[in-house]
């Protein structure tokens, strides 16, 4: 698992091209990042990562109670429990891996954060990632571009994130869910889709998915995490008709999300999508709409995010928090990417920091 990356160049769609050409499958149970254990998922409960308990509160208020230097320094105890190191500044530097062709200076980073609806990822979670990008990795800040391409237009409004890196770019919208793409199997939607454009023309890097942890409905496993934080990135429509989860499955299999794979075998050349976070400092039952219902001080990372799904939904949410789930539908995030829970290590439980 600690082979070095292939890397390869970014697949670019052609804006000519109305219907997009079809691409290559990925290859199910093949390595997508190839310096982390792609099946571990790490969490961390800690109250002291805020100040009081106050479960249904807004976003204003939850702010004000994270204690942002605890939930930095458990995120650095978390990415090292990702790669099994206890240096933090080498874990990051484990997680992020560049483009051969860039140097750290030149490379772009995309954050999809979910802002639908009241539940939206707290300061000190955002902030924490990227000054690891930036002071850490190398990153430059003005190349880091906070974004939710369906719900994210007064973003700067109502989650004026703090403690960002000076120059971080809170994008909303990011030019909206305009540029066409294909979408694999299990979709069988013949026209393919609309993405971002700076995912579908290969202009962003590395992207990271900054996840809230809420109820929703039963056809996507009855929660929202990693895997529908696109539904943002990807036009959420297909997704809310009949088929829904084969496209919710679908969309997390493109090279837009994965990264650029071979034509021919269907493996990931080069990870775009290297860090799956679940922000659960708060969070809620039902959703997606409403303020939040619990307040767990939790937080979870890996870098899989079918993964960190299924474990999130069967061992925290159902084990923990008592909350129900579709079972075949969290099942087929495992098995449409070629794995069982026997594949899991420690069984499929959260490894917990």
């Given at each position: 698992?600690?082979s070095?990356?292939?890397?390869?160049?970014a697949i670019?769609?052609?804006p000519?091209m109305?219907?997009p050409?079809?691409?290559a499958?990925?290859?199910?149970?093949?390595l997508?990042?190839?310096?982390v254990?792609?099946?571990?998922?790490?969490?961390?409960t800690d109250?002291h990562m805020?100040?009081a308990?106050e479960?249904?509160?807004?976003?204003?208020?939850?702010?004000?109670?994270?204690?942002q230097?605890?939930?930095?320094?458990?995120m650095d105890?978390?990415?090292?429990?990702?790669?099994e190191?206890h240096?933090?500044?080498?874990?990051?530097?484990?997680?992020?891996?560049?483009?051969?062709?860039?140097?750290?200076?030149?490379t772009?980073v995309?954050i999809?954060?979910?802002?639908?609806a009241?539940?939206?990822?707290r300061s000190?979670?955002?902030?924490?990632?990227?000054?690891?990008l930036?002071d850490?990795?190398g990153?430059?800040a003005?190349?880091?571009?906070?974004?939710?391409?369906c719900?994210?237009?007064?973003?700067?409004?109502?989650?004026?994130?703090?403690g960002?890196p000076e120059?971080?770019?809170i994008?909303?919208?990011?030019?909206g869910?305009?540029?066409?793409?294909?979408v694999?199997?299990?979709?069988?939607g013949p026209?393919?889709t609309k993405?971002?454009?700076?995912?579908?023309n290969?202009?962003?890097d590395i992207?990271?998915?900054?996840?809230m942890?809420k109820?929703?409905s039963?056809n996507?496993?009855?929660?929202?995490?990693?895997m529908?934080?696109?539904f943002?990135t990807?036009?959420?429509?297909?997704?809310?008709?009949s088929?829904?989860q084969?496209?919710l499955?679908?969309?997390n299999?493109?090279?837009?999300?994965?990264g650029p794979?071979?034509?021919?075998?269907?493996r990931?050349?080069y990870p775009r999508?290297?860090?799956?976070?679940?922000?659960a400092l708060w969070a809620?039952k039902r959703g997606?709409?409403g303020?939040p219902?619990?307040?767990?001080?939790?937080l979870?990372?890996g870098v899989?995010s079918?993964?960190?799904?299924y474990?999130m939904?069967?061992?925290?949410?159902?084990?923990?928090?008592?909350?129900?789930?579709n079972k075949?539908a969290?099942?087929r995030?495992?098995?449409?990417?070629?794995?069982?829970?026997s594949?899991?290590?420690?069984?499929?439980?959260i490894?917990?920091?």
């Open positions: 698992m600690k070095a990356a292939i890397m390869g160049t670019a769609a052609s000519m109305f219907i050409k079809a691409r499958s990925y290859a199910k149970k093949t997508i990042h190839p310096n254990n792609n099946l571990r998922v790490v969490g961390i109250p805020t100040v308990l479960p249904v509160c807004d976003w204003p208020r939850q702010d004000e109670l994270v204690a230097k605890v939930v930095w320094e458990n105890k978390l990415v090292c429990g990702l790669v190191t240096k933090p500044e080498e874990a990051w530097r484990t997680i992020f891996v560049r483009p051969s062709h860039k140097a750290w200076s030149d772009v995309a999809k954060t979910n802002h639908i009241l539940q939206h990822t000190a979670v955002m902030s924490g990632v990227c000054h690891a930036a850490i990795v990153v430059k003005s190349n880091i571009h906070i974004y939710d391409g719900h994210g237009s007064d973003m700067d409004r109502e989650t004026p994130f703090t960002l120059g971080t770019r994008e909303g919208r990011w030019g869910i305009n540029t066409r793409t294909s694999p199997s299990p979709w069988q026209e393919g993405c971002i454009k700076h995912l579908v290969g202009s962003v992207l990271v998915n900054v996840s942890c109820g929703h039963s996507f496993g009855g929660f929202t995490m990693t529908k934080n696109h943002g990807f036009s959420p429509s297909p997704g809310h008709r088929g829904g084969d496209y499955l679908a969309i299999q493109t090279p837009e999300i994965l794979m071979d034509d021919r075998t269907g990931v050349l999508q290297q860090l799956c976070i679940v922000d809620s997606p709409g303020n219902s619990h307040q767990p001080n939790f979870a990372m899989t079918p993964v960190v799904d474990v939904a069967t061992k925290f949410r159902g084990e923990k928090m008592g909350w129900s789930y075949d969290t099942g995030m495992l098995t449409e990417f070629g794995y069982s829970e594949d899991l290590p420690y069984s499929g439980k490894i917990e920091i």
